[in-house]
């Protein structure tokens, strides 16, 4: 099940406004949630849920802890959870249905390391993703695995990059590949504004039926958090 989140002291904060863990949002395909709180330092806890297509319940996320010394980053831990179809779309009339299901776990403990060389605090987190296609009834499917790294910085940098792309190889006859981009930012060297950016693109070939190159914007979405 979900990781229980430590709940700290803060005051707590929603993107879109009032959206929970338990259900995808109307308006967006994620909801970022967290807490704010200054004593000692200042610490923001952000954990965004990343929601099934079709099963609104069903979501995977990322849990973000930082820790702050002025402007200065004093620790910076993420963990992950939980699998959800990012993706889940018919591709051609009835013949050709294809899926991207994206899982997050945490790697060890979750927590960071400073590197004395760039100040930055870097922790890592493992993304799996499944690519797969149901042609006529029979699928093939691409498992892509990858430990992503996220790290902040001075002046409140903070950046999260979980892209890959993979193919099932030479095969000319019938294959799959994916792309996937997932970033996240934070802007104008401000922990209040952040960037999320998703997209997906899958190659379905099989010859000499198709060969499908449908791409796919999940959310490009800069969102502010404040004190409620």
Known sequence: GPLSLRRLDGTPFSFPSGCTAEKKPDSEAFCALGTLSYTPGFNVNITVYLFDVKETTKSTHFHIEMALNGSQPAGLNITGGGCANVV?????????????????????????KFDEKTG??????????????S???????????????????????????????????????????IFFD????????????????GAAGLHVWWHPLFDEKP????????FTISRR
């Open 215 to 222: 791409e796919f914007d999940l959310f490009h979405k800069n």
């Open 88 to 112: 889940d779309k018919e591709l051609a009339r009835g013949i050709l249905e294809g899926t991207v299901e994206l899982c997050t776990q945490t790697v060890g403990d979750g927590r960071g």
């Open 120 to 133: 930055n605090w870097n922790a890592e987190v493992e993304i799996k993703a499944t690519a797969a296609a």
């Open 182 to 197: 997932l970033t996240m930012n934070t802007k104008d060297h401000s922990l209040s504004t952040w960037e999320l950016v």
């Open 135 to 177: 042609i006529f009834g029979e699928s093939i499917s691409l498992p892509v695995n990858k430990v992503v790294q996220a790290h902040i910085g001075p002046n409140y940098d903070f950046g999260l990059d979980a892209s890959f792309q993979k193919s099932t190889g030479d095969d000319r006859k019938k294959g799959i590949a």
